[in-house]
C-alpha cells in the first residue's frame, strides 16, 4: 500500500501550516533554555508542519499509519534539489533522536543536540517556504505567498 494519498491543494491551509509551523519554531527557541529535550521536539515539529504543507501543495498527504514521520521525509527528499541532502539528513537524524528521547530511557538530548534542531528548523522552513511559494506563483500567478 502507498504511504501517500490524494489531496486537494488548498494554498490558505497550506499557509497556515507554514504558520503553525514558524510559532513551533519559536516556541523551541523560547523553550532552549529551560529544557533542551521540549525545544528539539518544537522544532522537530516545525520541521513536520512545513514538510506537511509541502506536501499538501504537492497534492498529497501521508497516510496515517505506522512510519509516516519516514515517508514524510522521504517525500521532501524526493522532492527537494540534492544539494539540501544534508539538511535532510539532519531532519532524519531529529526524528530518530526525538524517538529516543521519548521511548528509550537512554534518549538524552544535550544542548548541541538542540541548538542544531534549531538551525536547521530555521534552514528548512527558509526552503520549504521558498519552494511552496514558486510553485504557488507558477501553478497560481498573480497569487501572493502570504507569510
Known amino acids: 500500500m502507498s504511504t501517500l494519498k490524494p ?37 522537530y515539529a516545525a520541521m513536520l508542519r512545513a514538510s506537511l504543507a509541502f506536501m499538501f501543495s504537492w497534492g498529497v498527504r501521508p497516510r496515517s499509519q505506522p512510519g509516516h514521520h519516514v515517508a514524510i521525509i522521504d517525500f521532501a527528499r524526493q522532492h527537494l534539489d540534492k544539494k539540501h541532502a544534508g539538511v535532510l539528513t539532519v531532519f532524519d537524524r531529529l526524528r530518530r533522536k526525538r524517538n529516543a528521547a521519548l521511548y528509550d530511557e537512554a534518549g538524552f538530548i544535550s544542548q548541541h543536540d ?7 528548523a ?15 506563483r507558477h501553478i497560481h500567478p498573480g497569487a501572493s505567498g502570504t507569510r
Open 122 to 136: 530555521c534552514e528548512y522552513l527558509d526552503l520549504i517556504r521558498a519552494d511552496i511559494q514558486d510553485r504557488q
Open 7 to 43: 489531496y486537494t491543494v488548498n494554498w490558505d491551509q497550506i499557509h497556515r501550516f507554514l504558520k503553525s509551523a514558524d510559532k513551533k519554531l519559536v516556541a523551541a527557541q523560547k523553550i532552549l533554555v529551560i529544557d533542551e529535550e521540549a525545544s528539539l521536539e518544537q522544532a
Open 114 to 120: 538542540a541548538e542544531e534542531a534549531l538551525a536547521t
